[in-house]
């Protein structure tokens, strides 16, 4: 083979060579097999499914977390009005057998467990209210602030006014029957119409999967909009807030208004643990499944690591090598090319 031959054979040799070392240099800088799919070969196929299933339960897990954040934020405001709830019924209760100077005080904590009530329903997170149904831009409750001298409360208080010993019974019906009017209700326009049968939010968190996970101020969990907890809650509250000694009075029917509202109480209670139970359960399914799609993105990471990612070690260790014989073949190019020149002049 002739000189030129040579030196041509070596030069595009070293054009490989350059060619392999930038390919490497990339794969060293990236920790990539390549820059673009087809660079995978064979593999590129399997990479873009790997990706694709990667995504999809990256975005449930997303979903999972921002749900049970916003359930975590449910269950804690339904505790509390829980907790409303039974403490007024026991102050009821204890009103019932300590006379005349239980009413003022009663009335008193029933008044600032209503305001409490209303403003917990009220509750927003990430910016939307919890207790809303869909319309999550406006307050479930939408004079929360004056609750205690709104419609409801003062009709109710008017009601309570013309309490006498054998009439209870059509006091409590009045007060039932206010909490529901359209003109009288604490509760929004959207939540007594559209939202009284929408569907509860629910999450999806696989395919083919729903958990509902959505609560309304105005519904139980079996969807009982007339006597619900939050319903019973706010009514019980208000004719409790309402009460003086003129109602104390009246004997019999101040004992009878007491039951009866110590009843509508207890039913809120009941309907708040049935609503925690259900939130309880949505939370525990979506917290399963979450813990699911993590396991096997670990899985499908490594699968996709070993489609589409180098040995860092191995991929260095040759780049190293790749160089040197680059670097060697420039080396005899340059004696070869030194030793033509000479014997050309000599």
Do not use: C
């Amino acid at each position: 083979m002739s000189t030129i031959a040579t030196i041509g054979s070596m030069a595009l040799e070293q054009a490989q060579m350059r060619s392999r070392v930038d390919v490497i240099s990339r794969q060293v800088s990236t920790g990539q097999r390549g820059a673009v799919h087809g660079d995978l070969g064979l593999d590129a196929r399997r990479a873009i499914d790997l990706k694709v299933e990667i995504a999809k339960r990256e975005s449930f897990t997303d979903a999972a977390d921002r749900a049970l954040a916003r359930a975590d934020a449910a269950q804690t405001v339904l505790g509390r009005l829980h907790d409303l709830a039974s403490n007024v019924a026991a102050e009821a209760l204890r009103a019932r057998t300590l006379g005349a100077v239980a009413v003022t005080s009663l009335a008193d904590i029933a008044r600032a467990a209503l305001e409490e009530a209303a403003a917990l329903l009220n509750t927003r997170h990430g910016g939307e209210y919890l207790f809303a149904g869909s319309d999550v831009t406006n307050p479930p409750v939408p004079d929360a602030a004056t609750i205690t001298t709104g419609p409801m409360a003062t009709a109710i208080a008017a009601s309570v006014a013309t309490l006498d010993p054998t009439n209870a019974a059509t006091v409590l019906a009045d007060t039932q029957a206010i909490a529901t009017d359209p003109a009288t209700t604490p509760f929004s326009d959207f939540l007594e119409g559209d939202g009284t049968t929408e569907a509860r939010r629910a999450l999806q968190v696989s395919d083919g999967e729903r958990v509902a996970i959505g609560v309304f101020a105005n519904r139980d969990s079996t969807d009982e909009v007339t006597a619900s907890w939050g319903r019973e809650l706010l009514r019980g509250l208000a004719v409790l807030a309402s009460v003086d000694q003129a109602q104390f009075d009246t004997g019999e029917g101040w004992q009878d208004l007491l039951e009866g509202t110590t009843e509508a109480l207890n039913g809120a209670v009941g309907g708040l643990s049935a609503e925690q139970g259900k939130l309880g359960a949505a939370y525990a399914r979506i917290d399963a499944t979450r813990e699911r799609h993590e396991d096997m993105l670990v899985v499908l990471r490594t699968q996709l690591g070993d489609v589409a990612e180098v040995d860092l070690a191995q991929v260095s260790a040759e780049l190293a090598q790749v160089r040197e014989r680059l670097e060697a073949s420039y080396t005899v190019t340059t004696m070869i090319s030194r030793l033509s020149l000479a014997s050309m002049l000599g």
